[in-house]
């Protein structure tokens, strides 16, 4: 007879990992002193990259989606648009 788990619980998990990753970093920062301030003179420049690349990243994975699904779609001899210039003069 198996013994009876407890249901799975998914908010569990990721309070687990935040609080083992605390315990990482503040591990971390007492082997390396130095390591603390580091990191707070660079979250000036961290903190606006991480909120602005999801404004960067969102319209160009939406570009390449849609770029490809009209490739996908376009007839088979007409797989990539016409060039803007003429033939190649030699």
């Given amino acids: 007879m198996t013994p009876d788990r407890p249901p799975y619980?998914?908010?569990?998990?990721?309070a687990a990992v935040t609080i083992g990753s605390g315990i990482l970093l503040t591990q971390a920062f007492a082997l390396f002193?130095?390591?603390?301030?580091c990191l707070l003179l660079l979250l000036p420049l961290i903190?606006?990259?991480?909120?602005?690349?999801?404004?960067?990243?969102?319209?160009y994975g939406l570009?390449?989606?849609?770029?490809?699904?009209?490739?996908?779609?376009?007839p088979a001899g007409r797989a990539h648009a016409a060039p803007l210039h003429g033939p190649a003069v030699r």
């Fill in 47 to 59: 903190v606006p990259l991480i909120v602005l690349a999801p404004l960067v990243a969102i319209p």
């Fill in 63 to 74: 570009w390449k989606l849609g770029s490809s699904v009209l490739r996908r779609l376009a």
């Fill in 9 to 14: 619980d998914a908010e569990s998990e990721i």
């Fill in 33 to 37: 002193p130095g390591l603390l301030p």
